[in-house]
């Protein structure tokens, strides 16, 4: 018999807690009843996401890359390791002290990115190789439509994005990486969490541009994620194309924080829509090089 020691979430999707699972504290996230078949298939590819990434690391040991494992699984629920450490970094982190925790996040980033994608794709979400130029057009009309962008700004997102889908290429990712929720210090490694949206055929970069704008959004500086980016260009491979798939990712996922901001204010409480507002000024200049 496992018993509660908190409850980390409990909507009408997924209750998630902190159990002891025989002797050992763990994390239990159950589908509820009034869950959408989408959403308990996205608890699946969690589980996916894990043992994926799991083979990443045993394939690849000098990543340094640590997952939790997963101790019991059923139709409609999971048990895996609690992971209980450090964030790499924190939301009050000074820049001083961001840049060599996020470089270390940057490097694993660098080193994921040289791996070539394999694997059945069970999830396709925003991140997918394949639409993720078109989603730009879309999301750019959505945010036109709620009075978020002006339409200036909604043609010249679609203007940037139009010279941009051919050169997009399949990787691995996490596919909501944030270096405040997902991303841990444990034991000498990086420990990843919250495999959800996770697939082997995301668009290039796709992490890095997730983590980049949570950085940008919630960051003390704009200089945390200006740093974060020029550390993971030095790390990466110069792939072909690079800063054209980059300033894709980069776009799409400033647009989805444009809704994000405008959600979060009235639902959450959170105020960083003049952030939003001034990396979408800057990206729509269409030169990577003043993101960072």
Same mark, same amino acid.
């Given at each position: 018999?496992?018993? %509660?020691?908190?409850?980390?979430?409990? +909507?009408?999707?997924?209750?998630?807690?902190?159990?002891?699972?025989?002797?050992?504290?763990?994390?239990?996230?159950? $589908?509820?009843? @009034? $869950?959408?078949?989408?959403?308990? $298939?996205?608890?699946?590819?969690?589980?996916?996401?894990?043992?994926?990434?799991?083979?990443?690391?045993?394939?690849?040991?000098?990543?340094?890359?640590?997952?939790?494992?997963?101790?019991?699984? #059923?139709? +409609?629920?999971?048990?895996?390791?609690?992971?209980?450490?450090?964030?790499?970094?924190?939301?009050? %982190?000074?820049?001083?002290? #961001?840049?060599?925790?996020?470089?270390?996040?940057?490097?694993?980033?660098?080193?994921?990115?040289?791996?070539?994608?394999?694997?059945?794709?069970?999830?396709?979400?925003?991140? +997918?190789?394949?639409?993720?130029?078109?989603?730009?057009?879309?999301?750019?009309?959505?945010?036109?439509?709620?009075?978020?962008?002006?339409?200036?700004? %909604?043609?010249?997102?679609?203007?940037?994005?139009? +010279?941009?889908?051919?050169?997009?290429?399949?990787?691995? $990712?996490?596919?909501?990486?944030?270096?405040?929720?997902? #991303?841990?210090?444990?034991?000498?490694?990086?420990?990843?969490?919250?495999?959800?949206?996770?697939?082997?055929?995301?668009?290039?970069?796709?992490?890095?541009?997730?983590?980049? @704008?949570?950085?940008?959004?919630?960051?003390?500086? @704009?200089?945390?994620?200006?740093?974060?980016?020029?550390?993971?260009?030095?790390? #990466?491979?110069?792939?072909?194309?690079?800063?054209?798939?980059?300033?894709?990712?980069?776009?799409?996922?400033?647009?989805?924080?444009?809704?994000?901001?405008?959600?979060?204010?009235?639902?959450?409480?959170?105020?960083?829509?003049?952030?939003?507002?001034?990396?979408?000024?800057?990206?729509?200049?269409?030169?990577?090089?003043?993101?960072?």
């Amino acid at each position: 018999m496992t018993e %509660t020691t908190r409850i980390l979430q409990d +909507n009408e999707i997924f209750k998630v807690e902190i159990i002891d699972w025989q002797g050992k504290k763990a994390v239990k996230k159950t $589908a509820k009843t @009034t $869950a959408p078949e989408s959403r308990v $298939a996205r608890l699946k590819n969690d589980v996916y996401g894990m043992e994926f990434f799991a083979d990443l690391a045993k394939k690849h040991p000098h990543f340094g890359l640590c997952v939790p494992e997963v101790y019991e699984l #059923a139709e +409609n629920y999971y048990t895996r390791e609690y992971i209980e450490d450090q964030p790499i970094v924190r939301e009050s %982190t000074p820049p001083v002290d #961001a840049k060599p925790e996020l470089e270390k996040l940057a490097r694993l980033l660098a080193d994921i990115d040289r791996v070539e994608p394999y694997g059945e794709v069970r999830f396709v979400g925003s991140s +997918n190789y394949r639409r993720l130029h078109a989603s730009i057009s879309e999301w750019a009309d959505e945010n036109l439509g709620a009075g978020i962008i002006s339409q200036d700004q %909604t043609e010249k997102a679609k203007q940037i994005a139009a +010279n941009l889908g051919e050169y997009l290429r399949p990787r691995i $990712a996490h596919g909501d990486m944030s270096p405040y929720k997902h #991303a841990y210090f444990h034991g000498g490694q990086i420990a990843l969490i919250d495999f959800e949206n996770f697939t082997p055929e995301a668009a290039r970069y796709f992490d890095v541009a997730w983590s980049y @704008t949570r950085l940008w959004s919630f960051a003390v500086s @704009t200089d945390v994620p200006k740093q974060f980016l020029a550390s993971f260009l030095d790390h #990466a491979e110069p792939a072909e194309h690079r800063e054209e798939q980059l300033f894709a990712v980069i776009l799409q996922r400033t647009l989805g924080m444009q809704y994000d901001a405008f959600y979060d204010v009235k639902n959450k409480g959170l105020h960083y829509q003049d952030r939003a507002a001034e990396l979408l000024s800057l990206i729509l200049k269409g030169d990577l090089k003043l993101l960072y």
